[in-house]
Structure formats: structure tokens, C-alpha cells
T-cell receptor, first 114, second 114 residues
Framework: DPKIIQKPKYLVAVTGSEKILICEQYLGHNAMYWYRQSAKKPLEFMFS???????DNQTASSRFQPQSSKKNHLDLQITALKPDDSATYFC?????????????FGSGTRLLVI | GDSVTQTEGPVTLSEGTSLTVNCSYETKQYPTLFWYVQYPGEGPQLLFKVPKANEKGSNRGFEATYNKEATSFHLQKASVQESDSAVYYC?????????????FGHGTILRVHP
């Protein structure tokens, strides 16, 4: 069974619209992250949350807003979508303070903005 | 900021031959170093990690030594198989609290043919 569920797997959106990418983890982790992978760039860190609080934000644009409604959820709202936002977005989680806890990634949401 | 540079791909090998994927990094911290593997349609999966300098990590026949003096973490395998075909990412991350961002290299595509 997948331990990190990302929905939807594929998403096509129109320029200027708004979408929410869903992430739920069932690993009991208290830290969650978003990464972006586009054709020309490596996996890029976007946000980290620990115990539902924002720890680090490396995303320049305020159009990207993480939302943590529950301890095991970290959704990503993207507003005013642009074609450059087309990428695969990966959610990940880990357990803070445990040296043996690994970062686990979901299988991603592939977003295409047309 | 932190950065990771790795062998440009794709790397194409015959089954049974040896693999080396070079990875070098720059950081002002004392990082944990990671190798991740990504198969089509999936998120990155941890291959192994090494938190301390001069130690070796290994998994599934792959290995790498954390060389702090040379700031390198080269991935090696003595005899590759067709099932090793995937994208390999070198990454660095914070040590200790196990929270915070991972910085990835661009990834190296490995193709192994029978």
C-alpha cells in the first residue's frame, strides 16, 4: 500500500486557474515537504512543515501556498497558474529528531498548464 | 548556497559491466549525503545515505564513500543489471534533526542493455 498518497496523479489546468494538489502520509511522520521536478531543473525544494508549522519556504512566488489541515496532510494550492508551473510535484515526509528516519517521497502529481 | 554536481547522462552500459557515477558537492554545513533512485512514474526512493565523513554506504550492490576532503560521494557498482536502469540522484541534507531540505543534483540517467 502506498505510504504517501498524492492526488491527482495527472492534472491539466488552464493558464490563470487555481488548483490544489493533495498529499496525505500514513507513516506517522511529523515533517512534510513539497518538491518540484521540471524538465530542465533538478528536484527543487519548495516548502517544509514540521508539526504543522512552516519551517522553510524556498519558493519565490506567493502563488504557491501549502495548507496543513491535519497532521498527516500537506496540500499545495497554486493560484494564477502559468505554463512555467508545468512540472511534477512531489510530496515527501520524515520524522524530525530520528536519525534513522528516512525521507519518503510520494509518486508525484504531474501538472500541465496550457 | 548548497549545490550538487553529478555525472551528465545518459550513461549506457552493457549488463555485467561496472558503473561509476560521480558526485561532488558544495556546502558550508556538515551534511548527510544520499543516493536516490527514481523509476519512471514514481517518486525518488532512497538507495542509501551516509551521515558521517569517511564512512561507506551500500545497498543492492551499489556503494559510495563520503569523502569530505574531496567533497565527493561517487556511486559505484561492480556489475550492473538491466533492472538497474533508472535515474540516480545524489543529494545532501542536514544532519541531526532530520528535517529540512534536501539539495539534489540533476540526476544521471542509467540505461543498461542485455
Amino acid at each position: 500500500d502506498p505510504k504517501i498518497i498524492q492526488k491527482p496523479k495527472y492534472l491539466v489546468a488552464v493558464t490563470g486557474s487555481e488548483k490544489i494538489l493533495i498529499c496525505e502520509q500514513y507513516l506517522g511522520h511529523n515533517a512534510m515537504y513539497w518538491y518540484r521536478q521540471s524538465a530542465k531543473k533538478p528536484l527543487e525544494f519548495m516548502f517544509s512543515y514540521s508539526y504543522q508549522k512552516l519551517m522553510d519556504n524556498q519558493t519565490a512566488s506567493s502563488r504557491f501556498q501549502p495548507q496543513s489541515s491535519k497532521k498527516n496532510h500537506l496540500d499545495l494550492q497554486i493560484t494564477a497558474l502559468k505554463p512555467d508551473d508545468s512540472a511534477t510535484y512531489f510530496c515527501a515526509s520524515s520524522q524530525p529528531g530520528q536519525a534513522n528516519s528516512d525521507y519518503t517521497f510520494g509518486s508525484g502529481t504531474r501538472l500541465l498548464v496550457i | 548556497g548548497d549545490s550538487v554536481t553529478q555525472t551528465e547522462g545518459p550513461v549506457t552500459l552493457s549488463e555485467g559491466t561496472s558503473l561509476t557515477v560521480n558526485c561532488s558537492y558544495e556546502t558550508k554545513q556538515y551534511p548527510t549525503l544520499f543516493w536516490y533512485v527514481q523509476y519512471p512514474g514514481e517518486g525518488p526512493q532512497l538507495l542509501f545515505k551516509v551521515p558521517k565523513a569517511n564512512e561507506k554506504g551500500s545497498n543492492r550492490g551499489f556503494e559510495a564513500t563520503y569523502n569530505k576532503e574531496a567533497t565527493s560521494f561517487h556511486l559505484q557498482k561492480a556489475s550492473v543489471q538491466e533492472s538497474d536502469s533508472a535515474v540516480y540522484y545524489c543529494a545532501l541534507g542536514p544532519t541531526g534533526a532530520n528535517t529540512g531540505k534536501l539539495t539534489f543534483g540533476h540526476g544521471t540517467i542509467l540505461r543498461v542493455h542485455p
